[in-house]
């Protein structure tokens, strides 16, 4: 004989805050859970005290149920995994405020709908980088923040300090740049500029 489904609750609030699990609580019972797990912790991480409790506790049939969906998580992709572990157990889902139900053939649609869309996400946000790292290897930034100096600039450095006309440090102020950025721009410009002798014909 198959055994009714075992409802488990599972309530959450975050650390500071002054509301309390009461309402939770409160609509829990009312759909008939026979235990609810109170949680003291930000719905931003998936690995909770007692959200891994419960977890670990869960039977083939048994269904979780929460108030509101952002108590399980607030993070979309963490969501999706505690989905996963609770799908693995054998157990359903339910969500009384969007009303989802992870055990009729409308709420799972509507999960594997969420996960088309955090996918396609995902995905949309690696095209964007990689379209960028070309974009900046097109116009010669390799990576990091762009440069601050424009190449009229770090020219008028390096010869400014090799020539003796300005120090490192007066440069660096100038510019509003660190010394060691000054100290690398004078370098670079010592390795792609050829050295002409200054020496002088004796009079």
Known sequence: MTREPYLIGYARVSKGDDQSNAAQRRALDAVG????FDETASGGRWDRPKLLEMIGQLRDGDIVVVWKLDRLSRSLKDMLHIMERIELAGAGFRSLTEAIDTTTAAGRMMMQMVGSFAEFERAMIRER????????????????RRRKLAEKQRLEIAESVISGRKSGAEMARLYAVSEPTVSRIVAEHRIHTPQVSSERNPA
């Open 129 to 144: 980088t990689s379209a960028g790292l070309a974009q900046a290897r097109a116009e010669g930034r390799v990576g990091g």
């Open 33 to 36: 859970c026979k235990r609810v």
